[in-house]
């Protein structure tokens, strides 16, 4: 009997374990192998996992049953892949687990064993290892690994905001800062990645940061399956693991020790700092360099394995974005605007062309380049202190108190931080040392969103502490107090002395939507971002003026808006033509182009023709239609989605051992970007259009081209939709997002991204349906059919 096999699975419920243990005997019986189940391993007084793992390590099969997603097993597929194990997953039957398994896009590539009983996952499993190669996943996977990164962290944290998650994002904030490396895998900015992307974050990384979720969280079920996987993953590859988790999760037993509960900031810093500490000096004591692995890797005996085309966010390739970076009209104006908001969908290149252009600026020594981006600050706490104050003018004030004082302050903190690099330093009695000094007295050297806190909780305190607080006037009184007016005023004065030589001082603020939440309070956050833009343009204006006491300063302000949100933001600006707008898109598919074409050149030798990459190693065609037309096709007009679907594609084709992509190897590619522009979508707007997901859902197996009055049907099918109002405005949200388009004219589908092109649509479709006595009609976008599985409309 040359099979041990280990059997992993979830006790509960218990219908599926006692299918999975006749499935054993079964397989126990027929002498194809010996199997071996958790439950049977002994504990002995070690810790379970321990047990559990040295199983794992004597089999050379592992059988995971993830019909649940149980954590628990999940570290353990996480551990066996990383062992080189041959993995087979099973699924028992049912619409719930069919639904868990494709969302769980990390295993979206992978094959699976759906099974009713027993005696038939165990004559599958028997049939599929007999027909299985030698090969197992890890082979596959490995052979695109890149190179270690020396004190490096590989970050996973969670969708839901919660006072841990925003003090832990800053911890790892303030170790970039400090020149640590760090790949962070952002639910809410990237949506999910494929296998292959994780596996390689893990493995080139000094060690693996992981959050998991509350049980009240969003989507905390997917959330913490995948990250009991990336755990497992770390812990097989031997990666310093760190899990933190807060009082309400309820983890499972086996890896409860892995585990770090959160209690205050204090502590979590503490912890935070020693384990890295130590885990980076075992990483240099191991002596391990970007030339050595402990490891080894397959190469590939083809050229494929030289494709690099960086990561697909942004925020993960800040260190190599220069080399490929195309520049559009939007990042020109981002270097030369006085004063201009831009505006784009996820994935569009909003981060992209920040970061490119703070370095450009930066380049120039003579300009100050100051970045905002707050990790998930706490926006509704300052919404319900503004909704405490009624709807009288008192608002507006407290709002554009608020940005005044952040943003001034945050110049100040930006200007003294330049001025401590400099090798002379600062000099007392200089304009800048005042400015420090000031500072120092007054106690502002927190960052943003910790300001931001601070002032929200000093402004709460000081109107419920205030009884005469009824009037107008009153308010201001305090809201000025607490927010030190006066000191707004003394920065003013103080910059302009400190910053008077300088050509340009440019502030770039960003991530704004990381606190934009499902919540009654959307109004109320649109109108808060209203007066940051507002006090944009006369923080802006301010600087301009000079006097006796004042000297200008040339600031110009950029920020970078999710543009779903600047929809809801502008039905709140009282003169939104005097906001001065850049919309960010990639509807000329040679510009889209040129963002391969730059990736690819810059990895080449100089003189290399950007077309090699498409003759030389895609074919040629796809369906009559060529390879690269046909991705653009299929995807959404985005670099981010882009960069994915041709990653993708080269990793199928590198796991096959081909020589260049073939058509098979898009088609997988296709699968996994299905998936990913699904999860992508859910991410990016399940806080503003109720019951997206299951809406989304709904449209499984329909024709990919509906009637208006079956779109309807489908939505009202969704419970929580109650009546034809809710449905229309669900409609509304679905072309909003661009999951449908409408037919504008016979056969040809139009999918705005604005408000002003989508009305445009909506009155050309119907025109059109009124034309040819017809219904509306709508389509689903190429991008989600694969994992809808929707079918072509005759």
């Known amino acids: 009997m040359e099979h041990r096999v280990f059997l992993g699975y979830s006790k509960n419920p218990a219908d599926t374990s006692q299918e999975i243990l006749h499935a054993e005997t079964v397989i126990n019986k027929s002498g194809f192998a010996e199997t071996h189940t958790w439950e049977a391993t002994p504990v002995t007084g070690r810790l379970i996992i321990e047990t559990v793992l040295h199983a ?20 353990e597929v996480g551990y066996a892949f990383s062992q080189q194990k041959h993995i087979v997953l099973s699924v028992q039957k049912s619409a719930t687990s069919y639904h868990d398994w494709r969302s769980f896009d990390i295993f979206s590539t992978i094959g699976c064993i759906f099974y ?54 800053r911890m790892v904030g303030r170790e970039m800062d400090l020149g640590t490396k760090v790949t962070i895998a952002d639910p809410a900015e990237q949506g999910s990645a494929p296998l292959a992307w994780y596996v390689n974050a893990v493995y080139t990384s000094a060690a693996t940061l992981l959050q998991m979720s509350g049980e009240t969280h969003d989507r905390n079920r997917l959330h913490n399956a995948r990250t009991a996987f990336i755990a497992g993953l770390a812990r097989g590859l031997g990666r310093p693991l760190m899990v933190v988790v807060d009082d309400e999760y309820q983890g ?23 384990w890295l500490e130590k885990a980076f000096q075992t990483w240099n004591e191991e002596g391990a360099t970007e030339n050595k692995s402990p490891t080894p890797k397959i190469e590939l005996a083809t050229e494929l394995k030289d494709l690099k085309f960086g990561d697909y966010v942004a925020e993960n390739e800040s260190d190599t974005l220069d080399e490929y970076f195309v520049e559009t009209a939007e990042y020109e104006a981002v270097l030369r605007e006085s004063s201009v908001v831009f505006v784009g969908r996820k994935g569009m290149g909003k981060s992209a062309n920040m970061i490119r252009a703070s370095q450009v600026l930066r380049d120039d020594k003579r300009n100050l380049v100051c970045l905002i981006r707050p990790t998930n600050y706490d926006l509704d706490g300052l919404v319900s202190v503004m909704e405490s104050m009624g709807g009288d003018g008192s608002q507006s004030f407290l709002v554009e108190s608020f940005w005044r004082f952040l943003l001034y302050s945050e110049i100040s903190l930006s200007a003294v931080s330049a001025a401590e690099r400099l090798p002379a330093g600062i000099s007392d009695g ?37 009884s005469q607080g009824n009037s107008i006037q009153r308010h201001r009184e305090r809201i000025a107090q607490v927010l030190q007016s006066n000191i707004v005023g003394n920065l003013r004065r103080l910059l302009g002395d400190a910053l008077r030589d300088r050509h340009r001082v440019a502030l770039l603020v960003d991530s704004l939507d990381s606190a934009w939440t499902k919540s009654g309070q959307l109004r109320s956050q649109a109108v808060l971002l209203v007066g940051l833009l507002g006090a944009v343009s006369r923080i802006a204006e301010d600087f301009q003026k000079e006097n006796n006491r004042l000297r200008s300063v040339n600031v110009t302000i950029g920020v970078f808006l999710r543009s779903d949100i600047y929809d809801e933001v502008i039905k709140e600006a009282r003169e939104p033509d005097k906001i001065n707008t850049k919309r960010i898109d990639w509807n000329q598919p040679e510009l889209l182009k040129r963002v391969m074409d730059e990736r690819y050149l810059s990895a080449r030798p100089t003189g290399t023709s950007p077309e090699e990459l498409w003759q030389r190693f895609f074919c040629t065609e796809v369906d009559g239609t060529s390879t690269l037309d046909y991705i653009l096709s299929t995807i959404l007009p985005r670099p981010r989605d882009l960069v994915f679907f041709c990653k993708a594609a080269v990793l199928n084709a590198a796991n096959a051992r081909h020589s260049v992509v073939e058509v098979g190897d898009i088609r997988e590619a296709e699968k996994t970007y299905s998936n990913f522009a699904v999860d992508a979508l859910l991410v990016e707007y399940g806080s503003t259009i109720g019951n997206l997901e299951d809406v989304i859902y709904e449209f499984t197996g329909s024709e990919e081209t509906l009637p208006r009055s079956e779109v309807l049907d489908l939505i009202l099918s969704v419970p929580g939709i109650g009546d034809e109002n809710a449905a229309e405005e669900c409609l509304e949200g679905l072309l909003k997002i661009s999951f449908l388009g409408v037919e504008v004219r016979s056969g040809e589908f139009s999918y705005p991204d604005r408000a002003d092109d989508l009305r445009k649509a909506k009155i050309l479709a119907r025109k059109s349906a009124r034309r040819e006595k017809r219904e509306e009609r709508y389509q689903v976008h190429a991008a989600y059919r694969r994992f809808l599985e929707t079918v072509p409309s005759q």
């Open 116 to 169: 009713e009983s027993g005696s038939e996952l165990a004559a599958k499993f028997m049939t599929g290892i007999q027909a299985a190669s030698e090969k197992t996943l890890w082979d596959d996977v490995s052979q695109t690994l890149d190179r270690y990164v020396r004190n490096s962290i590989f970050y996973v944290p969670t969708y839901h905001t919660s006072e841990a998650e925003r003090n832990l994002r």
């Open 430 to 466: 200089t304009p800048i040392s005042q400015l420090k000094n000031y500072l120092s007295q007054n106690d502002i050297s927190d960052e943003f969103s910790v300001r931001l806190e601070k002032a929200i909780e000093n402004v709460r305190s000081a109107l419920e502490a205030d």
């Open 252 to 274: 499972p037993v086996d890896y409860k020790d892995m585990l770090y509960t959160y209690h205050n900031k204090r502590k979590l810093s503490e912890r935070l700092k020693q």
């Open 56 to 75: 794992i390590d004597d089999s050379t099969i592992c059988l995971f049953d993830v019909t649940t997603l149980s954590e628990n097993v999940l570290f």
